[in-house]
């Protein structure tokens, strides 16, 4: 989770909403990333998106089967469908997202009949770094202290 939350510090600093993602198989990093959404005019630039089709690329297939994926916030419905067709084993993330998380809040999309994949899920890893990185990010677009 430290690669991620370096992911997303970097993110934040480039303006985007903090959050990082790192795909890992064993002890090896296979992509990392943060938000690019501003810099690519590419709403779907989520972190965890771009972790996975980097990833995916790396090992050559469109399956992530036996490899983890940590990111810094609860994956949004369309990431928690990514991961989902990407196969990936375990996913691991931070801060909860009552607001557009799609895994442990809203649609749950692990949770539907339709879901043709569902990881083992673990969320709070790293969740205090997490969720201060995104309050400070937030309160200093807002005007306020962090």
């Given at each position: 989770?430290?690669?991620?939350?370096?992911?997303?510090?970097?993110?934040?600093?480039?303006?985007?909403?903090?959050?990082?993602?790192?795909?890992?198989?064993?002890?090896?990093?296979?992509?990392?990333?943060?938000n690019r959404m501003r810099e690519?005019?590419?709403?779907?630039?989520?972190?965890?998106?771009?972790?996975?089709?980097?990833?995916?690329?790396?090992?050559?297939?469109?399956?992530?089967?036996?490899?983890?994926?940590?990111?810094?916030?609860?994956?949004?419905?369309?990431?928690?469908?990514?991961?989902?067709?990407?196969?990936?084993?375990?996913?691991?993330?931070?801060?909860?997202?009552?607001?557009?998380?799609?895994?442990?809040?809203?649609?749950?999309?692990?949770?539907?009949?339709?879901?043709?994949?569902?990881?083992?899920?673990?969320?709070?890893?790293?969740?205090?770094?997490?969720?201060?990185?995104?309050?400070?990010?937030?309160?200093?677009?807002?005007?306020?202290?962090?």
């Open positions: 989770m430290d690669h991620a939350l370096a992911e997303a510090r970097a993110a934040g600093d480039r303006g985007e909403v903090p959050v990082g993602a790192v795909v890992v198989r064993g002890e090896e990093i296979l992509a990392r990333a943060g690519l005019s590419d709403p779907t630039a989520h972190a965890e998106m771009l972790a996975i089709r980097a990833a995916c690329a790396a090992i050559g297939s469109e399956r992530l089967s036996g490899c983890d994926l940590y990111v810094t916030l609860e994956p949004c419905p369309a990431c928690a469908g990514a991961i989902a067709a990407a196969r990936v084993s375990r996913l691991y993330y931070g801060a909860a997202d009552p607001k557009s998380g799609g895994v442990a809040q809203g649609p749950r999309i692990f949770d539907h009949p339709q879901a043709h994949w569902t990881p083992e899920v673990y969320g709070g890893i790293g969740e205090d770094a997490s969720a201060a990185l995104l309050r400070a990010f937030f309160a200093a677009r807002r005007g306020f202290p962090g």
